[in-house]
């Protein structure tokens, strides 16, 4: 019994170290050789009962080491990627940062089959990588050194080297060992195409959480060396895409690109691993890597500062030339091939440059996407001199306009784009009189198709292209823009009477608001307060300063509008110009309700600021949201200034007839309460001039709420009785008599001029009382 139990141990013996000369031996460096090898290596892991000898341990050890050297020569004779170098990285790192869990996991998809592993089995295993094989030093060292995966996506298996480096960033060990990894994932990133690699997004989340490290973070240090990337390396690589030109004339100088190829001549294999063809996957990702960057350091702004720590930031101007609306529009077509990058880019994108993310644009873009647009057509190409020509005629032949621009509509928008500046600079033209209304129609699709491509381009064209002639020599920019966005309406005048020109106007004039808002904001939190300066003495009252001059400017903005709606003797002596300003009026209108329901409190402001009167009854009735009003109404009624007591009973009587709701009747009660205690309390010389304009308000009232015209008649008896007895203070016998009912008339020979004030205010009481008597009194149709 014993001799058989020995010689079975013998023979098992003889057996393992069989397979561990099969497993450890050294193939040809072939396809099926690098596989064998990934598979023995697999095998060494999934047993550790092999290597249980000192002398199966030594070999085994000796055989790794052997494929950390021949990597490279397997990879270069084989011809395929031998992706056991990259396991054999991964498994260090997974040692150094004890996730066992994960080798069991690696393991198992590589040979296919499920294996139970315990962390006990594998101490051994762990001190072998990290202590003999691979150092934590020499794994990052290592890191750096391999090569990028070519045209790296979601369709290339295996394990890659971008595995490797996101374990190693996420473990911080390109940090703590001062190895620099900017360049790697630089040129990775540029060899990445479509579909997108799943693990590409999470490489730049961790690569941008390892350079800006919060001062608070266990994690921080001052010595960390990971770098960011540089803005003129981010320009090189759109340089080479369909925006090329959008950059060659901007911040880049000569210098600046020839120090970038002095450096890349110096690192041949940086240099030959570089994609430089348009790649839209690398685009999106450097644009992912910018604003998850620009993120995390507003975020950690004040606490960077307050730690003494200087961090780069990526300029405004910078910013302002990616074509970053085209991209995101890109990654929404093709959501399939861009999984995962989508959601992420649209929220950054909404929290730092909502004026890019506007409902009318994603409505715009949906319409322009599935209009089908026949490329391959090469009449359908337009010169610039034939545009120019097009429009140096519209006024004698407007038709030939219209083909040139409906040849542009049926052309892709990147393709029309080159010519954006000479588009532009003709937007006069379609000012003039003689202008169709079609041409004028058909150029504002053509530049709502060139809005998706390089919105804050075209934005910029567009207002210079506006300005006054005094002002033409002044050339304005993006920044001067967003400084003062109210120079979007110091334009040509003629714009409020054209309503296809005036609604590109106002989607510039509201992304312009909102630029300005994202401007100021991150102003703040870019120059956070350090300490006291002048009266400022907290955050909150910074704050304070923002809210009330955004509040100032979107105010004053409203108001010009509200103005340039107020009708003119122009309008009407010009045939059609009527119905023009009926079409500006819509537009207008419909501009400030969406204004007003995003940020009620602008509406509060602008009607205690007030506006012509005459404008109450377009603005009500065009506005769906002017029935927020009604909450602040009480208030604006106890202002002590008349002009805007008149105001509110005028704006009330509006909207009493506008929504005759239950909280329209308070108000309105409300509005009578208050006229009658103030006629008990006016000086005589200031009552005129509160009760006479407020009486045909007081008509619409009754008319929206008979029920009230009891009160009201009561109100005008009142005022009428005082009038007749300021009146009679007066010589004015032969101008006024009381008629048999003791109602004040008019003699026969009464001259108006000779009227008092007082008089004439009681004439008009009389005139409203009738009114009201036959609105509301008489009313036979009620419903």
């Known amino acids: 019994m014993c001799q058989t139990t020995l010689r079975q141990m013998f023979d098992f013996d003889d057996e393992v170290s069989s397979l561990v000369q099969l497993l450890t031996s050294k193939p040809p460096p072939t396809p099926a050789g690098v596989r064998f090898v990934s598979l023995g290596l697999c095998m060494l892991i999934a047993c550790p009962s092999l290597i249980a000898t000192p002398e199966h341990e030594r070999k085994s050890v000796s055989w790794v080491q052997w494929l950390v050297k021949g990597e490279a020569y397997f990879e270069s004779t084989s011809g395929v990627s031998a992706s056991f170098g990259e396991m054999l990285l991964l498994m260090a790192i997974h ?17 296919g089959m499920k294996v139970q592993s315990r962390s006990n089995n594998m101490a051994r295993l762990k001190q072998i990588f990290t202590q003999e094989i691979f150092t934590e030093q020499v794994v990052t060292s290592h890191a750096v050194k391999v090569p990028v995966t070519p045209n790296l996506h979601a369709g290339v298996s295996g394990f890659l080297p971008v595995h490797c ?53 266990k994690l921080y240090d001052q010595t960390n060396t990971n770098q960011p990337l540089s803005e003129n390396e981010i320009r090189q690589i759109f340089q080479n895409s369909v925006f090329g030109s959008q950059f060659d004339n901007k911040s880049t100088s000569k210098k600046s690109v020839s120090s970038i190829n002095e450096k890349c001549e110096q690192d041949n294999e940086m240099d030959s691993e570089i994609n430089l063809k348009p790649s839209l996957t690398s685009q999106l990702l450097l644009l992912y890597y910018l604003l998850l960057y620009e993120d995390t350091r507003l975020a950690n702004s004040s606490a960077f500062i307050a730690a003494g720590k200087h961090v780069m930031s990526y300029s405004s101007e910078f910013l302002s030339e990616l074509p970053i609306k085209y991209l995101l529009q890109q990654a929404q077509k093709d959501q399939s ?4 990058l989508f959601s992420s880019l649209l929220k950054l994108l909404a929290t730092h440059f909502p004026h890019l993310s506007l409902v009318e644009d994603w409505l715009d873009d949906d319409v322009i996407s599935t209009e089908e647009v026949n490329t391959k057509d090469p009449s359908h190409s337009v010169l610039s001199a034939t545009i120019s020509e097009a429009f140096q005629v519209i006024n004698t032949n407007p038709s030939r306009t219209g083909r040139i621009l409906k040849q542009l509509l049926k052309m892709r928008p990147t393709d029309v784009w080159p010519h954006a500046d000479l588009f532009t600079g003709y937007f006069r033209t379609i000012l003039d009189e003689n202008v169709p209304k079609y041409v004028q129609d058909l150029y504002k699709q053509c530049w709502l198709r060139l809005n998706t491509v390089l919105p804050r381009s075209l934005w910029v064209m567009t ?14 920019t993006q920044e001067n823009i967003a400084i003062d966005p109210l120079q979007v309406l110091r334009c040509d005048q003629r714009i409020f009477r054209c309503s296809s020109g005036l609604a590109i106007i106002l989607r510039v004039l509201q992304t312009s608001l909102a630029a300005s808002r994202c401007q100021l904001a991150r102003h703040i939190l870019d120059n956070p307060l350090t300490e006291r300066v002048g009266q400022l003495t907290c955050e909150s009252e910074r704050e304070e300063l923002r809210l009330a001059l955004i509040s100032a400017q979107e105010s004053l903005a409203v108001q010009i509008l509200l103005e340039s709606c107020l009708e003119t003797e122009e309008d009407r002596a010009k045939p059609g110009q009527l119905l023009a300003l009926q079409e500006v009026r819509s537009l207008i209108c419909s501009f400030l309700h969406q204004i007003f329901i995003s940020d009620p409190a602008l509406a509060k402001l602008v009607h205690f600021q007030g506006y012509p009167r005459e404008l109450l009854s377009i603005t009500v009735q065009g506005i769906p949201s002017m029935h927020i009003c009604l909450d602040f109404i009480p208030e604006l009624l106890r202002q002590p200034s008349l002009e805007k007591q008149v105001f509110a009973v005028d704006l009330v009587s509006h909207l009493s007839v506008q929504y005759a709701l239950p909280k329209a009747l308070s108000v309105a009660r409300l509005a009578v309460n208050t006229l009658s205690t103030l006629l008990s309390v006016l000086p005589s010389e200031i009552r005129p001039s509160l009760f006479g304009p407020i009486l045909p308000s007081l008509v619409r009232i009754c008319d929206a709420f008979p029920p009230l015209a009891e009160d009201t008649i009561s109100l005008l008896l009142q005022i009428g009785r005082v009038c007749v007895s300021q009146a009679s203070l007066g010589d004015q016998s032969g101008i006024l008599k009381l008629g048999s009912e003791n109602t004040l008339i008019l003699s026969d020979e009464c001259n108006s001029e000779l009227m008092s004030v007082n008089e004439m205010l009681c004439v008009q009481v009389q005139k409203t009382f009738k009114q009201i008597i036959e609105k509301s009194v008489f009313k036979f149709k009620i419903y």
């Open 95 to 111: 040692f150094h940062s004890n996730q066992l869990s994960a080798i069991c996991d690696l393991v198992c998809a590589t040979l």
């Open 165 to 217: 480096i996101h374990q190693l960033l996420k473990s911080r060990a390109f940090a703590k060992h001062r190895v620099p990894i900017k360049n790697w994932i630089y040129r990775q990133v540029c060899n990445s195409v479509a579909p997108l690699h799943p693990v590409l997004p999470a490489l730049i989340e961790v690569y941008v959480n390892s350079i800006l490290v919060p001062p608070s973070s």
């Open 337 to 340: 091939r861009f999984a995962g």
């Open 463 to 476: 207002i210079n292209a506006l300005l006054p002639v005094e002002n033409r020599a002044i050339s304005l």
